[in-house]
């Protein structure tokens, strides 16, 4: 797991940065999850593409904030809130209203997190499959 945020993608450091202040307040940052959730699911056709990814990162971030999953550095955590983060904000380095192009940049803020921090995706993941998932808790 090779974590680099000097060659992440433009809008990324700022996103990070917001993350880390935003982990220190679970209920805000479980605001932003549901916001995240409610926009994926009114852009479906747009970011389809990434769409499980992003649901995944939403999944990882909305149980550690529960409390039903810890095993998960902060530094993934920030990851993960970041790529949020970055998909929340509609004026990003390409603006979301923007026709065909608008979430391009979202993709490639999501592949890059996706790329650093799979291995822990991946554990968080296989600890899914040994309980129930309740996606409508999630929101997903």
């Known amino acids: 797991m090779h974590k680099n945020s000097e060659n992440a993608p433009r809008g990324f450091n700022k996103a990070k940065e917001k993350a880390r202040e935003l982990l220190q307040d679970g209920s805000r940052t479980r605001t932003l999850v549901d916001k995240a959730i409610k926009k ?38 920030l990851y993960a809130l970041a790529a949020i983060i970055y998909f929340v904000n509609p004026f990003d380095v390409i603006p979301d209203f923007i026709a065909g ?31 129930p998932i309740d996606e409508e808790h999630l929101g997903i």
């Open 40 to 77: 994926a699911k009114s852009h479906r056709k747009d970011i389809s593409k990434f769409s499980d990814d992003l649901k995944t990162l939403q999944r990882l971030v909305g149980a550690y904030v529960s409390g039903d999953y810890r095993s998960v550095s902060v530094n993934t955590l």
């Open 101 to 131: 192009l608008g979430f391009i940049d979202d993709a490639g803020i999501i592949a890059f997190v996706i790329k650093n921090i799979r291995g822990e995706l991946q554990k968080f993941e296989e600890w899914e499959q040994t309980r």
